[in-house]
């Protein structure tokens, strides 16, 4: 006989739905979060309690195979045990992220704020808009705002500069500086010293293809640059060559998508960070598909 998951209690080690814009990123850390503290728990579980004919419906949905319907995000809301502001939020979500239009984007996000706001919750990933699409123009931004989340600071653009590496000029400390506040990521405090904003910044993919290829250009070379310019001990760059079909591609990007969020909260949870880092992951083809095999 299968065992209900309304025998699981509210755990504080649970990932909580505020902290994430991408509903299927949540619900893979809470599958899995709570498969560790029940072995029995599975995907055939929780699709039965939520009234899912098909044992691995669920699963589909986490890999991006398959789309949640209103009601079955209903359904799955209760029976993930969610709180009447919870369901609010993640229904929002699900419209936000299988949304095909922009306007229905912007209208689906408007709700996700809207529930934040009458919810007074604030420790949220924020989305970046139009002038984040510029902050992503340049590597050198977004590092910028890492060293004061990590140190406040009084605005030496000379030393910080500095501290960055490749450095930068004080002018251009000075417009970065400048783009982060009017991108409510910075602000200069009572102390009189610049202080991070938010502790997550994420790049959402309606940044634009643009935005973000241009950061990955811009990191990348970096990565290639530091072959040369940083000691071994202060770099690790390693890779693989695989042999693998589109299913596996499929499980190792899933994968590669938990290994950022598990860095992530390891980087929140470090009090003594002193340096930025910048971890570029990459997954490309070496060579063309093979044909399929002929039919005799």
């Known amino acids: 006989m299968v065992r209900k998951t309304a025998e699981i209690k509210p755990n504080k080690a649970l990932p909580q739905v505020w902290e994430y814009t991408d509903y299927r990123a949540w619900l893979n850390a809470v599958f ?7 072995p029995w728990y599975s995907y055939g579980v929780l699709a039965q309690r939520a009234g ?7 699963f589909r949905v986490m890999r991006g195979e398959k789309k949640l319907g209103a009601d079955g995000a209903v359904r799955l809301a209760g029976a993930l045990d969610l709180s009447p502001r919870e369901q609010e939020y993640f229904l929002a979500l699900v419209e936000f992220n299988q949304a095909k239009k922009e306007a229905q984007r912007d209208q689906a996000w408007a709700k996700v704020q809207e529930v ?19 902050i992503l123009s340049e590597w050198h931004h977004v590092a910028l705002r890492t060293l004061i989340e990590m140190k406040p600071d009084p605005g030496n653009e000379s030393e910080l500069g500095k501290r960055l590496l490749p450095s930068r000029n ?19 405090q009572a102390d009189g010293n610049w202080h991070a904003v938010d502790k997550s910044l994420v790049a959402l993919s309606d940044v634009g293809p643009t935005a973000l290829r241009q950061f990955h250009r811009e990191c990348l070379a970096l990565a290639a640059e530091s072959l040369e310019s940083v000691p071994v001990s202060q770099r690790n760059v390693s890779g693989l060559t695989l042999g693998i079909s589109e299913k596996t591609y499929g499980l190792l990007c899933q994968r590669l998508s938990e ?5 992530s909260r390891m980087a929140e949870l470090d009090d003594q960070a002193d340096r930025v880092y910048q971890l570029t992951l990459t997954l490309f083809p070496l060579s063309q598909p093979s044909p399929p095999p002929e039919v005799t």
Not at 32 to 38: F, G, L, P, S, V
Not at 259 to 263: A, K, Q, S, V
Request: charged share 35%; glycine share 4%; aromatic share 8%.
């Open 32 to 38: 899995q979060a709570r498969k560790e503290i029940y």
């Open 52 to 58: 899912f004919k098909a044992r691995d419906f669920l």
């Open 116 to 134: 934040l706001v009458k919810g007074r919750i604030t420790k949220i990933p924020r989305r970046l808009t139009a002038i984040h699409r510029e």
């Open 170 to 188: 004080p002018t251009s400390i000075r417009r970065s500086l400048k783009l982060l506040q009017d991108a409510g990521l910075v602000e200069r």
């Open 259 to 263: 290994i950022h969020l598990e860095f």
